[in-house]
């Protein structure tokens, strides 16, 4: 019913930035909160960011005064500002939203498929 489409990931030297996009697409009302989460090899999946539909946001510590996320409700887009990246920001990195549905109370868990973001010089 509903799909989550990361884009943006790619190879980046320390010390630079990219920009992860997360599209929703289906048969939704409306998407309500969205975050980004990643997971590096051998570790478990941990939270980058939310934001709320309103764009109120709360980031994870390791990233907070690099990493910026915002959204456009026009485009049921999501996006991830990563500057002064580090090695250790590699990862693959998920999208993930809370989708309702016409004349439905409550709301139902989407993730997308993940995007590769590589830190390395």
């Known amino acids: 019913q509903v799909q989550l489409v990361e884009s943006g990931g790619g190879l980046v030297q320390p010390g630079g930035s990219l920009r992860l996009s997360c599209t929703a697409s289906?048969?939704?009302?409306?998407?309500?909160?969205m975050g980004w989460y990643r997971q590096a090899p051998g570790k478990e999946r941990g939270l980058v960011g939310i934001?709320?539909?309103?764009?109120?946001?709360n980031y994870a510590d390791s990233v907070k005064g690099r990493f910026t996320i915002s959204r456009d409700n026009a485009k049921n887009t999501m996006y991830l500002q990563m500057n002064m990246l580090k090695p250790e920001d590699t990862a693959v990195y998920y999208c993930?939203?809370?989708?309702?549905?016409?004349?439905?109370?409550?709301?139902?868990?989407?993730w997308g498929r993940g995007t590769q973001v590589t830190v390395s010089s």
């Open positions: 289906g048969r939704f009302w409306k998407i309500h909160g």
């Open positions: 993930n939203a809370d989708a309702q549905f016409m004349g439905v109370i409550g709301v139902t868990n989407y």
């Open positions: 934001i709320t539909s309103d764009g109120n946001t």
